[in-house]
């Protein structure tokens, strides 16, 4: 048999799939303790805003199951449990165990206590049909495998339920030659004074450009089965948020 030589992103490179889990989680593993706060630098607070956002699109119930996808370090998952509340649960999964430390460590913190599942959003542990919503933020384009990961999602959806994908986007054209001037000249600069790393800092600037677009992504999410599939831009398109439900 011969080998396999598929290769896929990795920011600007092209490198073998089976590398690129690896390359990205030394990426985390290396920013996973200054995440949060280069978060709110990096963005000027406004990811809490789009998070916000993506928990009301959520539309959850007391007592629904949720599940995480690429939960980090534990913000979505603990807004998430706020709203569901003690009759319901949620499922923090991430494929990176030093992100799911920290995550469970600030959790805790919180007086909140979910199941934490190390795992890779192409093969999710899970029964089928077993939660009402899943989501992931700010992680599919870290996915080595896109298509994959979201049949995947989908699979692990009972009927009416639904997925939401916040991820940066295609921002508004006039406004990217000064998005472009932030992302690989200010936001590198940021990663290195702060979490010491220039280098992780560029990949995901870079990872960003190589993510689909907004229709490209609903096209993706039909494709994987969703049905009635939206997407809303947040700060100019700077952020899209996606839905699609399981019929």
Same mark, same amino acid.
């Given at each position: 048999m011969k080998p396999d030589k598929s290769t896929t992103d990795f920011g600007y490179q092209q490198v073998p799939e089976a590398e690129k889990a690896q390359r990205v989680a030394q990426v985390f593993d290396s920013v996973a303790n200054r995440y949060d706060v280069m978060n709110d630098l990096m963005s000027a607070g406004l990811h809490r805003v789009w998070k916000r956002v993506l928990i009301e699109r959520c539309a959850l119930r007391p007592g629904e199951r949720v599940l995480d996808v690429a939960g980090g370090t534990g913000d979505i998952s603990a807004l998430l449990a706020r709203r569901v509340g003690p009759a319901g649960q949620v499922v923090m999964s991430d494929i990176n165990g030093e992100m799911l430390r920290n995550g469970r460590d600030r959790l805790l913190d919180s007086g909140i206590a979910v199941p934490l599942v190390q795992c890779d959003a192409e093969s999710l542990p899970f029964h089928d049909r077993q939660f009402d919503c899943v989501t992931i933020a700010f992680g599919l384009r870290n996915v080595t495998r896109k298509q994959r990961a979201l049949a995947e999602m989908r699979r692990v959806l009972r009927p009416g339920g /639904? #997925?939401? #994908? &916040?991820?940066?986007s295609q921002v508004?054209?006039? &406004?990217?030659? &000064?998005?472009d001037a932030y992302s690989f000249g200010i936001l590198p600069r940021l990663g290195r004074m702060v979490a010491g790393d %220039? =280098? !992780?800092? /560029?990949? @995901? %600037?870079? !990872?960003?450009?190589?993510?689909? !677009? +907004?229709? +490209? @992504? /609903? =096209?993706?999410? +039909?494709?994987?089965?969703?049905?009635?599939?939206?997407?809303?831009? &947040?700060? %100019?398109? #700077?952020v899209a948020l996606h839905r699609g439900f399981r019929l």
């Open positions: /639904r #997925v939401l #994908v &916040l991820e940066f508004w054209k006039p &406004l990217r030659p &000064l998005y %220039a =280098d !992780s800092y /560029r990949y @995901l %600037a870079e !990872s960003i450009r190589m993510h689909p !677009s +907004q229709d +490209q @992504l /609903r =096209d993706m999410m +039909q494709a994987a089965g969703f049905e009635r599939v939206d997407y809303l831009n &947040l700060t %100019a398109g #700077v």
